[in-house]
């Protein structure tokens, strides 16, 4: 009996040291590019993600000694897409908050309003993610994984379709680098309609065409069509410091009168902590400034128009503020449809006064409108600390 409890004494000393030695060996930096491998995020049996690696040789007389590239990443296999926002003001992977579900009709409506797209599933989408540098010039401080500077921290949304159905998953990459490896967590994955988000398939490019002099023109994509109707709200972050600064909204105008028309009116919102600047036009009345090409605005004019009443900066409290630009009548014959510009938005971009990472900054942004397709959305131009002079560029 005492051997038997000896023996187990024994055992679980050990347990300790082996632990830190298996732990030790998984940690170590990988050497090469490991083995391809294959997941499956939406868990109907078939593989959608592919990690695997490349090397890229590099040639650089600069750098004797430095032959190039060990890459490590992940690649989308055939029937596979992932949604991305496409909009003039959002160009870019769309990010699933970390405490939000996949919410499929609040996804349908982004996709059917042509706020949100696929990738082309028939197509590899790759996310390049670590690196190695190799060579007889690389020393034991520069060796080991590093990031590429293209990951995407966050939660992406992957669509799936294949003889089994169509599925959607909500995944995150996981880099426990320097040691060269890539994870994949699925966050959250179900089963829905086969069709689903067809609508924002990437639209075919048009052919080349052959004019009356044999000259070929350029390849041109076709007007995006954007349906009418009330649209989810589209977030807008202008400088990138991670606060939404606008919204792009929808309302409806109702008619008033036996032949007026109902219209979906689209245009823009700031959110609290956000301002445009206002001047006061003919007879009073207030309106958006404008700051046009070659003119700026100094912190001296600014500073002169606010004490005299000529500016003023507008915010979204307490009332909301919307500045419409875009109008859709939704009565009328099927000719006459379509959307218009509301006004000029195209006279000068706009001026607002924001915060970045709590500094007061002051910015000119310009409307992108495409009609009668209505795409619309913001670009910002130049964005300068309150105090400095402001200029488009």
Known sequence: MSLRWSSTFVVLTALPAFAQHVREHVERVIQ???????????????????????????????????????????????????????????????????????????????????????TDEDHPTEFWLLERPFGPAIGKDQDGWYGTGEHVDGTLVLRSVNERGTSIAAFAFELPYPYGRVAIKVKEAVLVPNGFGEEGDPIPIRPKVVDEFDLRQEASEPQVLVPPGIAPDERVNLNADEVDDLLITTTLEEGHGEHTSHAFVRGLSPLPGTEFLMTRERWGVRGLFRLRDEEVLSPERLATGLRSDLFVWANADPARMFIPVMRYPVNLSEQERGWSLVGDPFDGALVYRTKEYGRQIIGALEIIAETPGGRFGVRPRSWVEEGQVLEVR
């Open 32 to 118: 090469g590019i490991p083995p391809d491998e294959y997941v499956d995020v939406t868990g109907d049996g078939r593989a959608d993600l592919l990690i695997t690696g490349r090397t890229v040789h590099i040639t650089d007389p600069q750098q004797p000694g430095f032959m190039g590239l060990h890459k490590l990443g992940v690649r989308t296999l055939s029937g596979n897409a992932i949604l991305m926002w496409n909009t003039p003001s959002n160009q870019r992977w769309f990010d699933l908050a970390d405490s939000v579900h996949l919410d499929t009709a609040d996804l349908a409506a982004r996709v059917h309003f042509k706020q949100l797209s696929w």
